[in-house]
């Protein structure tokens, strides 16, 4: 069983809607949650990092974290084409206390069309 | 500003050959992180440092080497080059904890194994 997962995609939105991404994650004792983005030829860039249960907005983002399901989300509203990238959930693997290791899903693949 | 740099970003090299890639921050961050990232297994870790003298290995550090002499610096070796590490590989950093491990990357180094 793959530690953190993702569906690859690709996942298509119409511009304006909301496009929702989810991940999954095995180890119950995980505690930092991260989303990156990436668009194709680049690095990964932090998106949003989420650490407690529930929503946790910024602008058109909204993390979701569930800890007794082992699931957390990011929403993105009013999606733009300049959203179209992949998008990298990463959880964290190691001792928290050390700033740890993260484990990264493959990444869902976000196409918004005009 | 503080930043995150690699070098070379490309690297063209033949089987059997040593290669280093260079890795350097500015922000003077603790740990520091080497990935690669290939299509179908997303970023994946290959070594890792909480601080100068101090290395780990990742999920898939055979082939792989990396030291640590100062903050900044963590040069990733690949001993003998492969064809089947032929990637994209990202170095990333984080601060030590007490606040988030967020990880920063950097612009990354596309290596070609011939």
């Known amino acids: 069983q793959k530690e953190v997962e993702q569906n690859s995609g690709p996942l298509s939105v119409p511009e304006g809607a909301i496009a929702s991404l989810n991940c999954t994650y095995s180890d119950r004792g995980s505690q930092s949650f991260f989303w990156y983005r990436q668009y194709s030829g680049k690095s990964p860039e932090l998106i949003m990092f989420?650490?407690?249960?529930g929503d946790k907005e910024d602008g058109r983002f909204t993390a979701q974290l569930n800890k007794a399901s082992q699931y957390v989300s990011l929403l993105i509203r009013d999606s733009q084409p300049s959203d179209s990238a992949t998008y990298l959930c990463?959880?964290?693997?190691?001792?928290?206390?050390?700033?740890?290791?993260?484990?990264f899903g493959q990444g869902t693949e976000l196409s918004v069309k005009p | 500003d503080a930043e995150i740099t690699q070098s070379p970003r490309h690297k063209i090299t033949e089987t059997g050959r040593q290669v280093t890639l260079a890795c350097h921050q500015t922000w003077n961050h603790n740990n520091m992180f080497w990935y690669r990232q290939d299509l179908g297994h997303g970023l994946r870790l290959i070594h890792y440092?909480?601080?100068?003298?101090?290395?780990n290995k990742g999920e898939v550090s055979d082939g792989y080497s990396v030291s640590r002499s100062n903050t900044e610096d963590l040069p990733l070796t690949l001993e003998s080059a492969a064809s089947s590490q032929t990637s994209v590989y990202f170095c990333?950093?984080?601060?030590?904890?007490?606040?988030?491990?967020?990880?920063?990357f950097g612009p990354g180094t596309r290596l070609t194994v011939l």
């Open positions: 989420i650490y407690s249960n």
């Open positions: 990463a959880v964290n693997g190691g001792h928290y206390n050390q700033g740890g290791k993260l484990i």
């Open positions: 990333a950093s984080s601060p030590l904890a007490g606040g988030t491990d967020t990880q920063y």
């Open positions: 440092s909480y601080g100068v003298q101090d290395t």
